[in-house]
C-alpha cells in the first residue's frame, strides 16, 4: 500500500496557475496508476485526471482539458497536477488517489487517498 500527500493549493486568482503535488510513500511508486479527484463545497467528488504507472497515457475530464496537465516523476514518487487558467468553478478540495496497475476514471476504484488541499480561484 501506499501512504499519499498533497501539497501546493492556495488563494489564487482567475486566469493564474498552481501546480499540486501528490508525495507517496510505502510500496513501489510505479505499480500504481494516479489520479486526482476534487470536490467542491455541497458538491460529490468528481474525476479531474489520471495518469498511468509509466506517466505514458493521461485522461481528463472535459472540465479541465486544455488547461491542467497530469505528471509523475517515478523516481521522485511524486504526481503533479499543472492548473493553468484557473476558474472559480476550479474552487475544490484536491485529492490525490492510487490503485495498483490500470488507469480508471470512477473514485471507487481507488484505493489509496491522500487527505486533499484547497484550491480557492477568486473572480
Known amino acids: 500500500q501506499v501512504q499519499l500527500v498533497e501539497s501546493g493549493g492556495g488563494r489564487v486568482q482567475t486566469g493564474d496557475s498552481l501546480r499540486l503535488s501528490c508525495a507517496a510513500s510505502?510500496?513501489?511508486?510505479?505499480?500504481?496508476?494516479m489520479a486526482w479527484f476534487r470536490q467542491a463545497p455541497g458538491k460529490e467528488q468528481e474525476f479531474v485526471a489520471t495518469i498511468s504507472t509509466s506517466g505514458g497515457s493521461a485522461i481528463y475530464a472535459d472540465s479541465v482539458k486544455g488547461r491542467f496537465t497530469i505528471s509523475r516523476d517515478n523516481a521522485k514518487k511524486t504526481v503533479f497536477l499543472q492548473m493553468n487558467g484557473l476558474k472559480p468553478e476550479d474552487t475544490a478540495v484536491y485529492y490525490c488517489a492510487g490503485r495498483l496497475l490500470g488507469q480508471r476514471v470512477a473514485r471507487g476504484e481507488y484505493d489509496y487517498w491522500g487527505q486533499g488541499t484547497q484550491v480557492t480561484v477568486s473572480s
Open positions: 510505502g510500496d513501489i511508486f510505479s505499480n500504481y496508476a
